[in-house]
């Protein structure tokens, strides 16, 4: 049996150009198209894909809207998001709710095919392009001529809030997580970019992210 391929993109062109080139691989079956985040999350429950290629921005509930959901119920799915967009904060979006691949929509058929397959066998892959702009953040950071950072100094729960940033969770869901307050997690979060010497949640993540305190 082969793999079990689910598209979602709004762009009716673009699903059909994606289908005729997956549809040249034997090993590759094309079991659904969905134009909306909705369809895209009734289809996969109904269909159980093995991979699903996510556009972003799709009327309705968008693309990463719908990974989340889906991830949160069928783990077992890999997604791909298959965007034009190559901004961090897309990045780290999808990162947050699960996403396995992140490609640009430029990408050459025979790559696309290899990350449907690397995905489909539990690895994730990143479009080259987005990987030189995180690398680029990561050096970024590492490069700050301020005051330098040390997560050392992090108490014990500090490191849990931060984990859970980088994992994407709002301030109450960290709260409800660590079963502290709110205004609680607040104050963490307001030591814990001082004592690290960033400015916002992504560079929080990012930091976290390149001094393997949390695997995503």
Do not use: C, W
């Not at 079991?31 to 159980?48: D, F, M, N, V």
């Not at 987005?130 to 680029?136: D, E, M, N, P, R």
């Not at 500090?158 to 301030?171: K, P, S």
Request: no cysteine; glycine share 6%.
């Amino acid at each position: 049996m082969g793999i079990k391929v689910l598209i979602a993109d709004d762009h009716a062109l673009l699903r059909e150009g994606i289908v005729k080139i997956l549809s040249l691989e034997e090993d590759l079956e094309i079991i659904g198209e969905a134009s909306r985040g909705e369809e895209a999350i009734t289809l996969a429950r109904k269909l159980k894909p093995d991979v699903i290629l996510m556009d972003i921005n799709m009327p309705g509930i968008n693309g990463i809207e719908a990974t989340k959901i889906i991830k949160e119920e069928m783990p077992e799915i890999g997604v791909i998001a298959l965007t034009i967009h190559d901004d961090e904060e897309y990045i780290f979006e999808l990162v947050r709710v699960g996403v396995s691949g992140y490609v640009l929509k430029d990408i050459q058929p025979e790559r696309l095919i290899a990350a449907i397959k690397d995905v489909a066998f539990g690895k994730s892959v990143i479009h080259p392009d987005i990987t030189a702009k995180l690398l680029g953040e990561f050096n970024r950071l590492s490069e700050r001529k301020t005051r330098p950072s040390n997560y050392d100094d992090l108490t014990k729960r500090e490191l849990d809030v931060l984990q859970l940033i980088a994992r994407g969770m709002a301030n109450k869901d960290i709260a409800q997580s660590l079963f502290i307050s709110e205004k609680t997690v607040k104050n963490h979060i307001t030591n814990i970019f001082r004592k690290l010497n960033v400015e916002d949640r992504t560079q929080a993540a990012l930091y976290a992210i390149k001094n393997k305190l949390v695997n995503l």
